[in-house]
């Protein structure tokens, strides 16, 4: 049998899993009687926690939200991953003072073994280049937003990007994309989805009346930003434009470039590659920065974008010779 410390771990970890537990299932879980479950529950009760027992055929335990914040356990790989999640969170971004504060209460508080293990796993989050020089974003703002979010009440606030112009949206979520905070939200105005950047919205109070959330295109929250941010409608993440090609050069040089692109080997010099983007044009000006052949497999709209760059580049080179 568990010692008691372990077993409370254990019994609390458990219910933190799911909503009701059925006594009888709980004693079999922790290999104890049901009559050791009743004990070790008034013990967490004593130490802070609200559990709340329910009647049924067998009895169960429900793990309710306390007034205060009691004193917190953790299993060991619990305590790990919470290290590494703030070592995350504090390298670069939004609330990255908080992180880096929380991270070090947290470190204090760990017995040495626990310590040693954080202390040799240090990790940096390596940001993509320019989105460390965003503005950051207030704390209370995205207090304001979560809560009406929450309560499904509409927002209104000014937003510079649009000229200073007020916006009215019902919010849905919000998600962070390469370093920077975004809120989803369907704008009133314009009846239709749009993404706006945390760091330009200034809120304004009071909010306005509940709504009934509308159903998001796809239902994904992760899709339908990759899908918009890719310049499609949303409802999928593939790329709006998509050609393949072959460059004179080997596949182990290109891979590492062409991200979400498929690199095929055709030979000690030469690969074909599949890349996608947001326009004909910019697929093209992409695959141009490989410097070397290039023999367009299709579609027929990649040649053209290549022939109307091939005669801007041309048109450039003649304006700043001349």
């Not at 008691?4 to 933190?16: D, I, N, P």
């Not at 919000?174 to 239709?192: E, K, M, P, V």
């Not at 509940?210 to 409608?233: C, K, N, Q, W």
């Amino acid at each position: 049998m568990q010692k008691t410390s372990s077993r409370l771990l254990a019994l609390l970890s458990l219910l933190q899993t799911r909503r009701d537990w059925l006594g009888e299932d709980l004693a079999e879980r922790l290999d104890v009687t049901p009559r050791t479950v009743r004990r070790d529950v008034d013990r967490l009760r004593q130490l802070g926690y609200p559990i709340r027992a329910f009647r049924g055929p067998s009895g169960g335990y429900r793990l309710g939200p306390g007034t205060q914040l009691p004193p917190l356990l953790f299993d060991d790989d619990q305590a790990v991953a919470l290290a590494l999640a703030l070592q995350t969170a504090a390298s670069g971004t939004t609330l990255a003072e908080d992180a880096a504060r929380a991270l070090a209460t947290i470190r204090q508080v760990m017995p040495p073994r626990l310590r040693h293990r954080m202390d040799t796993m240090r990790i940096t989050a390596v940001h993509p280049t320019g989105s460390g020089d965003a503005p950051q974003v207030d704390a209370q703002v995205l207090t304001d937003l979560s809560t009406a979010i929450h309560a499904h009440e509409e927002l209104r606030f000014d937003y510079p990007a649009t000229a200073g112009r007020r916006r009215r949206v019902e919010p849905h979520h919000l998600a962070t994309w390469q370093g920077r905070w975004y809120l989803l939200a369907w704008d009133l105005d314009r009846a239709d989805w749009r993404i706006f950047r945390v760091d330009r919205v200034r809120p304004r109070t009071p909010t306005g009346p509940r709504f009934t959330p509308r159903e998001l295109p796809g239902g994904d929250v992760a899709a339908f930003i990759t899908g918009r941010f890719r310049g499609s409608d949303g409802t999928t993440t593939d790329w709006p434009c998509r050609g393949e090609v072959v460059l004179g050069l080997p596949a182990f040089a290109v891979a590492p470039f062409v991200q979400d692109g498929i690199v095929e080997e055709l030979g000690p010099d030469r690969c074909r590659l599949t890349l996608g983007s947001w326009s004909w044009t910019g697929l093209a000006a992409g695959l141009g920065s490989f410097d070397t052949d290039i023999e367009v497999i299709g579609p027929p709209e990649l040649k053209d974008a290549f022939a109307h760059l091939a005669t801007r580049c041309a048109n450039a080179a003649r304006d700043t010779a001349g």
